[in-house]
C-alpha cells in the first residue's frame, strides 16, 4: 500500500515555498521539483529556523487525528475538499435561485422590459498549469430588453511579466484568438486596483446596495469568475461578485416572454435550444460594436466588449419579439438591421424563408421583424404572405411553395429574388465573398436529409 502522507515540517515548508514563489510568477511541475528547489534551503536552516514548521506540521496532525481523516497529498484533509465542493454546490443553487426569483418579481410588477442587466466578458492570454488564467481585456454593458444595451465598459489590462515558459502559449492564444498584442507589449492598465475602482464605478449604475449578477456564457464561466476574483480581489463594502450562466437567464426570460403573451400552446426551448443559440452568434462580424483596437484591424469577433453586445442582440432578437418591444438598431440589433414593418419584398422573402411554418399560417403585421435568431429561439411558426401560392390540397412542399430552410451555418443568410415570381425565385446564399444560386424546389422540406443544408 501506498504511504500514508503524514504533515511533517519539510511539507509545511514546501507548501510555503510554493505560494511564495508562484505568487512571483514562478511555475512548478509538480512536487517533485518543489522538494528540490526547497530542500537547498531546507539544509541550510538551523533549528530555530525550522520550528515554526515543525509547529505547523504538529498542528496538521492534531486536526487530522481529531476528525480521523486521509490526507490528500499535500496533507489537506479530503473532508475540507468535500466541504469546499459543498459549499460550491451552495453558491451554485444561490446563483440559480437568484436569478429565477429576479425575473418572476420583475413579471409580477409588470418591470419585465426594464430590468436591467449586467453582461460580461474576457479575454485571456494564457493558462497556467495551475488553472489559472492571466487576463488580457475586460468588457461589460447594461442592458434592458426595453432600452437594449444602455452603457458599455471596456478595458485592455496589461498583467506585466508573463511567468516564465509562457510567452509562446500565449502568443499562439493571441494570433488565433483577440490579436492583442502579448506581454510586456501588453495594452491597458497595469493597476488592478485602478480597473476595479472603474468596474465597480460602472456596476453602482445598478439599483440595490449589492453588486449585481453578472452574465457570462456558461463555457467561460469558470475562468471569468477565476480572472474577476484576481482583478477585483477585496471589495471595500464586503460586496460578493456573483457570476452567473447566461443559458439560464436566456431561458427565465424567454419562458416568462411566452407565458406573458399567453399563448398556452406556445412550446418553450429548452435550456440547451438557447445555449445552441447563443453559441450560434449569428451577429459575429456585426459593425461598430468592438473596441478601437479590434475596430483598427477589422476584425471584433473576439473582442470582449463585442461578445457581450451580441448577446444582448441575440436575447432581444427573441424576446423582445415575444413582448412587442420596437427593436432599435445598435441597441437591440446591429446598426444595419432591418427594423421596418414586414411588408417590404425582402422582409416577405426572409419570412418565408423560416425554421418551421404551416400552409395555414396568416400574416399578423403587429410583428416588427423576425429572424432566424427569433424563429430558432422561440420555435414560433413564422408568419406566411401572400407573396407564395400554397397548394391547399397538400401539406407537402412542392415547387410552387415557399422554400424552408434549415441553418445555413455561421456567417451566412438566404436571399431571395422574390420579383422572379415563386416557380422561379432564385436563392443565394451570401457570405464572405462566395454565393450560389439555387432555385427554389431544390428548398428541401425540414427533415429531409436528401439534399439538405448542412
Given at each position: 500500500?501506498p504511504?500514508?502522507?503524514?504533515?511533517?515540517?519539510?511539507l509545511?515548508?514546501m507548501?510555503e515555498?510554493?505560494?511564495?514563489e508562484?505568487?512571483?510568477?514562478r511555475?512548478?511541475?509538480?512536487m517533485?521539483?518543489?522538494?528540490?528547489?526547497?530542500?537547498?534551503?531546507?539544509?541550510?536552516m538551523?533549528?530555530?529556523q525550522?520550528?515554526?514548521?515543525?509547529?505547523?506540521?504538529?498542528?496538521a496532525?492534531?486536526?487530522?487525528?481529531?476528525?480521523?481523516?486521509k490526507?490528500?497529498?499535500?496533507?489537506?484533509p479530503?473532508?475540507?475538499v468535500?466541504?469546499e465542493k459543498?459549499?460550491?454546490?451552495?453558491?451554485?443553487k444561490?446563483?440559480?435561485?437568484?436569478?429565477?426569483?429576479?425575473v418572476?418579481?420583475?413579471?409580477k410588477?409588470?418591470?419585465?422590459?426594464?430590468?436591467?442587466?449586467?453582461?460580461?466578458?474576457m479575454g485571456?492570454?494564457?493558462e497556467?498549469?495551475?488553472?489559472?488564467?492571466?487576463p488580457a481585456?475586460?468588457?461589460?454593458?447594461?442592458?434592458s430588453?426595453?432600452?437594449?444595451?444602455i452603457?458599455?465598459?471596456?478595458?485592455?489590462?496589461?498583467?506585466?511579466?508573463?511567468?516564465?515558459?509562457y510567452?509562446?502559449a500565449?502568443?499562439?492564444?493571441?494570433?488565433m484568438?483577440h490579436k492583442?498584442?502579448?506581454?510586456?507589449?501588453?495594452?491597458?492598465?497595469?493597476?488592478?486596483?485602478k480597473?476595479a475602482t472603474k468596474?465597480?464605478?460602472?456596476?453602482?449604475?445598478f439599483?440595490?446596495d449589492?453588486?449585481?449578477l453578472?452574465?457570462?456564457?456558461s463555457?467561460?464561466?469558470?475562468k471569468?469568475?477565476?480572472?474577476l476574483?484576481?482583478?477585483?480581489?477585496?471589495?471595500p463594502?464586503?460586496?460578493?461578485?456573483?457570476v452567473?450562466?447566461?443559458?439560464?437567464?436566456?431561458?427565465?426570460?424567454k419562458?416568462t416572454?411566452?407565458?406573458?403573451?399567453?399563448?398556452g400552446?406556445r412550446?418553450?426551448?429548452?435550456?440547451?435550444?438557447l445555449?445552441v443559440?447563443?453559441?450560434?452568434?449569428?451577429?459575429d462580424?456585426?459593425?461598430n460594436?468592438?473596441c478601437?483596437?479590434?475596430?483598427?484591424?477589422?476584425?471584433g469577433?473576439?473582442?470582449a466588449?463585442s461578445?457581450?453586445i451580441?448577446?444582448?442582440?441575440?436575447?432581444?432578437?427573441?424576446?423582445?419579439?415575444?413582448?412587442?418591444?420596437?427593436?432599435?438598431p445598435?441597441?437591440?440589433?446591429?446598426?444595419?438591421?432591418?427594423?421596418?414593418?414586414?411588408?417590404?419584398t425582402?422582409?416577405?422573402?426572409?419570412?418565408?424563408?423560416?425554421?418551421?411554418?404551416?400552409?395555414?399560417?396568416t400574416?399578423?403585421?403587429?410583428?416588427?421583424r423576425i429572424t432566424y435568431?427569433?424563429?430558432?429561439?422561440?420555435a414560433?411558426?413564422?408568419?406566411?404572405?401572400?407573396?407564395w401560392?400554397t397548394?391547399?390540397d397538400t401539406?407537402?412542399?412542392?415547387s410552387v411553395?415557399r422554400?424552408?430552410?434549415?441553418?445555413l451555418?455561421r456567417?451566412?443568410?438566404?436571399?431571395?429574388?422574390?420579383?422572379?415570381?415563386?416557380?422561379?425565385?432564385?436563392a443565394v446564399?451570401?457570405g464572405?465573398g462566395?454565393?450560389?444560386?439555387l432555385m427554389?424546389?431544390k428548398?428541401?422540406?425540414?427533415?429531409s436529409?436528401?439534399g439538405?443544408f448542412?
Open positions: 500500500m504511504k500514508k502522507n503524514t504533515p511533517n515540517p519539510f509545511m515548508f507548501l515555498i510554493r505560494s511564495r508562484e505568487a512571483k510568477g511555475k512548478f511541475r509538480g517533485e521539483e518543489i522538494k528540490d528547489y526547497a530542500g537547498k534551503q531546507w539544509e541550510k538551523d533549528a530555530k525550522r520550528a515554526p514548521y515543525a509547529e505547523q506540521a504538529k498542528v496532525k492534531l486536526q487530522a487525528r481529531a476528525c480521523d481523516d490526507l490528500t497529498g499535500v496533507g489537506t479530503f473532508s475540507s468535500a466541504k459543498c459549499s460550491l454546490d451552495e453558491r451554485n444561490f446563483i440559480s435561485n437568484s436569478m429565477a426569483s429576479m418572476e418579481n420583475a413579471a410588477n409588470g418591470s419585465l422590459d426594464q430590468l436591467e442587466l449586467c453582461f460580461v466578458s485571456y492570454f494564457c497556467l498549469s495551475e488553472g489559472t488564467f492571466i481585456e475586460l468588457a461589460a454593458i447594461r442592458y430588453l426595453r432600452e437594449g444595451v452603457d458599455r465598459f471596456h478595458t485592455h489590462i496589461n498583467p506585466g511579466t508573463l511567468p516564465l515558459g510567452a509562446y500565449a502568443q499562439a492564444h493571441s494570433e484568438n492583442l498584442p502579448i506581454p510586456p507589449n501588453a495594452l491597458g492598465e497595469k493597476d488592478y486596483d480597473i468596474f465597480r464605478e460602472f456596476l453602482s449604475q439599483s440595490g449589492e453588486m449585481p453578472l452574465f457570462t456564457n463555457e467561460d464561466l469558470v471569468i469568475d477565476q480572472m476574483a484576481d482583478v477585483m480581489n477585496d471589495d463594502d464586503n460586496r460578493e461578485v456573483f452567473c450562466p447566461l443559458k439560464e437567464l436566456f431561458y427565465h426570460l419562458k416572454s411566452v407565458k406573458m403573451l399567453n399563448e400552446n412550446p418553450i426551448p429548452s435550456m440547451h435550444a445555449q443559440l447563443i453559441l450560434k452568434d449569428v451577429y462580424y456585426s459593425p460594436i468592438s478601437d483596437f479590434h475596430d483598427n484591424i477589422g476584425d469577433k473576439y473582442c466588449l461578445q457581450c451580441r448577446w444582448a442582440f441575440v436575447i432581444s432578437d427573441s424576446c423582445c419579439t415575444d413582448l412587442r418591444i420596437p427593436m432599435k445598435g441597441k437591440h440589433l446591429p446598426e444595419n438591421a432591418d427594423t421596418e414593418p414586414a411588408d417590404t425582402l422582409s416577405i422573402a426572409m419570412n418565408n424563408l423560416s425554421f418551421a411554418t404551416r400552409p395555414n399560417d400574416f399578423d403585421h403587429n410583428i416588427s435568431a427569433s424563429a430558432s429561439a422561440s414560433k411558426d413564422v408568419p406566411k404572405s401572400n407573396a401560392e397548394s391547399k401539406d407537402v412542399t412542392t411553395d422554400p424552408i430552410v434549415k441553418s451555418g456567417g451566412f443568410r438566404p436571399m431571395v429574388n422574390v420579383a422572379a415570381g415563386p416557380t422561379t425565385a432564385r446564399l451570401a464572405r462566395r454565393g450560389t444560386w427554389v424546389d428548398f428541401p422540406p425540414l427533415g436529409t436528401n439538405s448542412k
